[in-house]
């Protein structure tokens, strides 16, 4: 699970370099639970990317990247973003 703060702009990137191999990305869209904030995303031939802010202390987003690639394949995943205080270690 990945973690912000509540005040934080949090920029969090998939690599799909694993699933495509030889093919690219051809589009990307993120689907966030309501509460978090998409400020922009970009996806590159193998990386998807979103920035993220907002959010409730103590709540667990679930966000989804679902991508497109050139050869007409399609790719989900699930990832989740917990809002909490952060630590300075």
């Known amino acids: 699970m990945l973690c912000k703060a509540p005040n ?5 990137s998939v690599d799909w370099s694993n699933e495509l191999g030889v093919d690219t990305i051809n589009g990307s869209t993120w689907t966030l639970e309501s509460g978090i904030t998409n400020d ?11 920035d993220l802010s907002g959010g409730t202390l103590g709540k667990a987003y679930e966000m ?3 991508i ?9 995943k699930k990832l989740y973003i917990k809002v ?3 630590l300075v270690g």
């Open 64 to 66: 989804t990247n679902n």
């Open 8 to 12: 934080d702009n949090y920029s969090y």
């Open 84 to 86: 909490q205080d952060q």
């Open 68 to 76: 497109t690639t050139a050869g007409g394949d399609i790719y989900e």
């Open 40 to 50: 922009g995303d970009s996806y590159t031939d193998s990386v998807s990317t979103i």
